[in-house]
T-cell receptor, first 112, second 113 residues
Framework: GENVGLHLPTLSVQEGDNSIINCAYSNSASDYFIWYKQESGKGPQFIIDIRSNMDKRQGQRVTVLLNKTVKHLSLQIAATQPGDSAVYFCAESPSGTYKYIFGTGTRLKVLA | NAGVTQTPKFQVLKTGQSMTLQCAQDMNHNSMYWYRQDPGMGLRLIYYSASEGTTDKGEVPNGYNVSRLNKREFSLRLESAAPSQTSVYFC????????????FGPGTRLTVT
């Protein structure tokens, strides 16, 4: 079936550097995308979302970019901090459904 | 405001036993969801309830049943547990539909031996 995947399972970055986490999706009918952060032993926590009529959205220290041509989603975290260490999931939601399809996740490790 | 709560936090079952996972939200959300999360995999949708009184199958519904008891509560039942159902189960809710942020509970870690 169609699914959302991630290019890198683990990403290590130096504290203070910018992080970029990538995600590929395959369902061209998806019109809503979310990034979640999951810390060990906790449920996923919403970071930022984007609708398919946009190609960029910014939040506090985070930016999501959407490239519908190549079905690619990325999350940029500025000035990465130790508290950003977690697993990050992208998720897509196909139009006309109530469903989300989650990727497998990327673990972000912040090095001091 | 507790958000989304789940009980129990941990559970060990023997193959063939049954149990119900409880979920409640106090945010007056219309939609509720049950996911499972297996090691090295993303969350997979088991069932969802778009609104009180309705439930629908997700990606992996086999072996599970759900009840939307009222607007606040959405339970997940395993009638005859199998080792393949060992997983972490998350409940989530959203204010209206899929285009709104989902709030997740802390999860239930279930082991079936």
């Amino acid at each position: 079936g169609e699914n959302v995947g991630l290019h890198l399972p683990t990403l290590s970055v130096q504290e203070g550097d910018n992080s970029i986490i990538n995600c590929a999706y395959s369902n061209s009918a998806s019109d809503y995308f979310i990034w979640y952060k999951q810390e060990s032993g906790k449920g996923p926590q919403f970071i930022i979302d984007i609708r398919s009529n946009m190609d960029k959205r910014q939040g506090q220290r985070v930016t999501v970019l959407l490239n519908k041509t190549v079905k690619h989603l990325s999350l940029q975290i500025a000035a990465t901090q130790p508290g950003d260490s977690a697993v990050y999931f992208c998720a897509e939601s196909p139009s006309g459904t109530y469903k989300y399809i989650f990727g497998t996740g990327t673990r972000l490790k912040v090095l001091a | 405001n507790a958000g989304v709560t789940q009980t129990p936090k941990f559970q060990v079952l023997k193959t063939g036993q049954s149990m119900t996972l409880q979920c409640a939200q106090d945010m007056n959300h219309n939609s509720m969801y049950w996911y499972r999360q297996d090691p090295g995999m993303g969350l997979r949708l088991i069932y969802y309830s778009a609104s009180e009184g309705t439930t629908d199958k997700g990606e992996v519904p086999n072996g599970y049943n759900v009840s939307r008891l009222n607007k606040r509560e959405f339970s997940l039942r395993l009638e005859s547990a199998a080792p393949s159902q060992t997983s972490v189960y998350f409940c989530a809710s959203s204010i209206l539909d899929r285009t709104y942020e989902q709030y997740f509970g802390p999860g239930t870690r279930l082991t079936v031996t």
